[in-house]
């Protein structure tokens, strides 16, 4: 069967005839498109549509949790997705009683098991002869002696997950040697193939046992050998988030992140990457710019009697292309580059990194890579010898490490940081960091949204002739109806070679012919309306998270705090606090470049204490102390994993406290390991506040409402859930009035001088605008007053506010404004 709603792997599993591998979307999909009798009475033919119906419903509720934005779900949404489901099949003649039982089921609870002590044994004896076989190379031997375990009755699931993960991994190197080494095909055709085969049994080991992170690791092994690394990032991340500590989990995870960097980024369309040989490279450039290769090479061989350095680097850089009297040879071309590099070269440095990423001439190598990044890097940026050229190596590896925090390959996703390195690029004139910057800055990605410095990043970056940045600059005029400009860039683009560019240009252009017809048929005091009501949605629109709405940043003196504090305010005294903790942790730090496990245990200790308080004071000086705090806080983890039944305990907490603290940027991976936070630590409201922040920066403001409640039933006026919760009620669409009421209750609540009071004022005022009450002006500006007397009340370290009230009482003060159309709409969007 080749059906084209099938994929490769449902057609398989059909030929097969085996119902029990049928997924959701296997099954619904054939009895959907089974042809029907033609003698059916139109009663027949109601039910059928009727079940039908049903089958759509099932199949859109796997589909919503197959592409779920988190890798799990809250009891609520469970419960609502429980519920539908459940009348589904009790329509389809299941028993209630029977699924009640199966809702009962924990994967979190070892079911009752009845077990054969004599068939534990044998599947135990076949194991490990299995294994031994694995390790002698014998690989189907291996297989059938595995098989031979699993099918043994009364054995643990713990025990075959075990065995189904070996066979899964017997499987893969089995692949790996049958292979043909002349061409990997990523394709599968048939069950034969050892691959489908692996996945089926990763796959039986993870449902068996779905709290042990070997299962999920398993199956993006296998996903990794198909070229599907997005769903090899999801599998390792959720192998992490169970075992974080696992280096074999990080460096699987980095080398999927880092391919699926490069397929995201169309780099096998990008002529920059594209394989040429140096003389190649030089004619090139002839027919762009006009350069005789002559006069370069003729440079070429001044620069080698000049500067060894140098020269070891074009020598290099020759065995790496390949040139007219060179042949290719990565391994020569590393060495040549590490030549450079011990002399003090960066182009050295940066190049010898490259290879060592990819893995060409030298072992690949992700963490090795970073290091001589960063050692790249850290050179001045001015060259040695010639003090009016820019340093060749040093822009272009601020511009790598940007793109490593950025995705988290070698290092802890974090986008921020990955933002402050492309700044540095961008400040040596480094043209790919800045089109990846305004990517940023355009969705705003671990920076505050900016179009307008998105806009002034891809032109900079266009006009040093990146050909990404020339499309997606061509994308912006369009977006502003500046349709010659437009035009201009995305050939430009295309001219350039981008072949990414070309594919696109008919779906351009297309865009642009209709754009340019609506523009013509609307009358000209329109268009300037839509333009300003289109730009004031886009700057309005925020990827920011409930934790960044609702927390600031900023420098904390101890003794301005202390002052206050003495004084009566609580929020003062709190910072205080959190204060005296981070600083102990600092200080064990600091004192030693050694620590003790016990000075270990007390670092992590004091810093979730200053956590708890408030993470907000929590400002390491440098990378570099947050990345050995980091470390430590992964060996003080691993070391409780370690224990004996791995028991709840106050190290334990805290170690977690602070690994998500530490990597609340990786937010998917922070929310599954959440998840298990709160099962083993449920009275742990600082989980919860945790929990609020990442679903608000996933957007899930349903969830952060549900986190929310869920912890405001240990601490009913813990006003970080409650403010969060009613940021979550703004943002969600049609609960102005949910939002009026929690933000009520958070002041009630909160401290007068609480950093948030003043917006929860403000943002009142526009819920109150938005509910469009007979008396919503008057109270408005009612909630605008309470706001601006609220900040009189602020610690010096939170003023100003960002709540940014001015716009809302302009409205609010001019009542005749608002029978302006427009004006209504802007206030209402924000």
Not at 208 to 224: A, C, D, N, Q
Not at 621 to 637: A, H, Q, T, Y
Request: charged residues 25%; glycine residues 4%.
């Amino acid at each position: 069967m080749n059906h084209p709603i099938f994929d490769r792997f449902q057609t398989i599993s059909i030929a097969n005839g085996d119902s029990n591998q049928w997924d959701i979307t296997t099954l619904t999909s054939l009895l959907l498109n089974a042809d029907r009798p033609k003698t059916l009475s139109q009663t027949q033919i109601q039910e059928l549509d009727h079940e039908d119906l049903l089958l759509k419903q099932l199949r859109d509720i796997r589909n919503k949790l197959a592409h779920h934005a988190s890798k799990s779900i809250d009891d609520a949404e469970f419960n609502q997705l429980w519920t539908d489901v459940t009348n589904i099949l009790i329509a389809f003649g299941e028993c209630d009683s029977e699924l009640d039982k199966f809702k009962d089921d924990s994967v979190f609870e070892v079911r009752t098991q009845l077990i054969n002590e004599e068939n534990v044994k044998e599947a135990s004896r076949l194991n490990t002869l299995g294994t031994q076989a694995h390790k002698d190379g014998k690989l189907s031997n291996a297989i059938a002696l595995f098989t031979k375990a699993t099918v043994l009755s009364g054995v643990l699931d713990h025990d075959r997950a075990i065995f189904y993960s070996n066979m899964s991994s017997s499987r893969l190197a089995l692949y790996e040697k049958q292979k043909n080494d002349t061409a990997t095909i990523f394709e599968i055709h048939d069950s034969r193939d050892q691959r489908y085969l692996a996945l089926h049994d990763a796959k039986q080991a993870r449902n068996l046992w779905p709290t042990w992170w070997k299962g999920h690791f398993r199956v993006g092994k296998v996903y990794t050998t198909l070229n599907e690394h997005d769903k090899a990032v999801n599998s390792f991340e959720r192998a992490l988030a169970l075992e974080p500590t696992k280096d074999e989990i990080r460096k699987a995870l980095d080398e999927s992140r880092h391919i699926l960097g490069r397929q995201m980024r169309y780099e096998h369309l990008d002529p920059r990457f594209s394989p040429r040989t140096v003389h190649e490279q030089l004619d090139a450039l002839q027919q762009t710019v006009g350069i005789n290769p002559e006069n370069l090479r003729m440079l070429h061989s001044l620069v080698e009697a000049t500067d060894s350095a140098a020269a070891d680097v074009l020598k290099g850089y020759k065995y790496e292309h390949g040139d007219i009297d060179v042949k290719q040879d990565y391994e020569q071309a590393a060495k040549y580059y590490a030549k450079a590099a011990g002399h003090g070269s960066a182009a050295g440095m940066y190049n010898l990194a490259r290879l060592t990423d990819l893995g060409l001439g030298v072992k690949k190598d992700h963490d090795m890579a970073l290091k001589l990044f960063e050692q790249a890097a850290t050179q001045s940026t001015e060259h040695p010898k010639f003090k009016d050229r820019p340093n060749v190596g040093v822009a272009e590896a601020e511009n790598a490490l940007g793109l490593r925090y950025s995705e988290g390959v070698g290092v802890h996703k974090n986008p921020a940081h990955g933002v402050r390195w492309y700044h540095r690029a961008v400040e040596h004139g480094n043209a790919e960091a800045a089109n990846s910057l305004a990517l940023m800055y355009q969705v705003g990605k671990g920076v505050e949204k900016n179009l307008e410095k998105a806009e002034q990043l891809f032109t900079f970056s266009a006009r040093r002739g990146d050909p990404n940045a020339m499309r997606n600059f061509a994308e912006i005029l369009l977006d502003k109806n500046d349709f010659e400009m437009a035009q201009t860039w995305f050939n430009r683009a295309c001219e350039s070679g981008s072949v990414l560019a070309q594919i696109k240009r008919a779906d351009f252009e297309t865009t642009l012919r209709e754009k340019k017809q609506l523009m013509a048929s609307c009358p000209s005091n329109v268009v300037p309306m839509l333009n300003a009501v289109k730009n004031a949605w886009n700057s309005l629109k925020t990827s920011k998270s409930i934790c960044e709405l609702s927390k600031g940043r900023s420098k904390y003196d101890f003794n301005v705090l202390s002052k206050y504090a003495n004084q009566g305010s609580i929020t003062a005294k709190r910072l205080c606090n959190a204060l005296e903790h981070f600083f102990i942790a600092l200080t064990i730090l600091i004192e030693s470049d050694t620590l003790t496990e016990q000075q270990e245990d007390t670092l992590v200790h004091e810093l979730a204490e200053c956590y708890r308080l408030e993470d907000i004071v929590a400002q390491f000086s440098d990378s570099e102390m947050r990345e050995k705090v980091g470390k430590i806080v992964d060996e003080v983890l691993r070391r409780c994993r370690e224990m004996p039944d791995y028991p709840a305990s106050q190290l334990d907490e805290d170690a977690r406290v602070c690994y998500a603290s530490l990597r609340m940027d990786s937010h998917e991976l922070i929310d599954q390991f959440l998840n298990s936070c709160k099962q083993k630590y449920p009275k742990s409201i600082y989980f919860f506040e945790l929990s609020t922040a990442i679903n608000g920066w996933l957007q899930r403001y349903d969830t952060v409402v549900y986190n929310a409640n869920t912890g405001l039933e240990l601490d009913p006026t813990n006003s970080n859930l409650l403010i969060d919760k009613a940021v979550a009620w703004r943002l969600l669409e049609n609960h102005n009035k949910e939002a009026v009421e929690a933000y009520k209750s958070f002041l009630a609540a909160a401290p007068k001088d609480h950093r948030q009071v003043p917006d929860a004022y403000y943002s009142m005022a526009m819920c109150y605008l938005a509910l469009e009450m007979h008396d919503g002006l008057e109270v408005s500006k009612k909630m605008y007053e309470q706001g601006k007397d609220a900040e009189k009340l602020q610690l010096p370290c939170f003023l100003p506010t960002k709540a940014a009230p001015e716009a809302a009482a302009s409205v609010v003060n001019h009542k005749a404004r608002l029978t302006d159309p427009h004006r209504i709409e802007v206030i209402k969007l924000h």
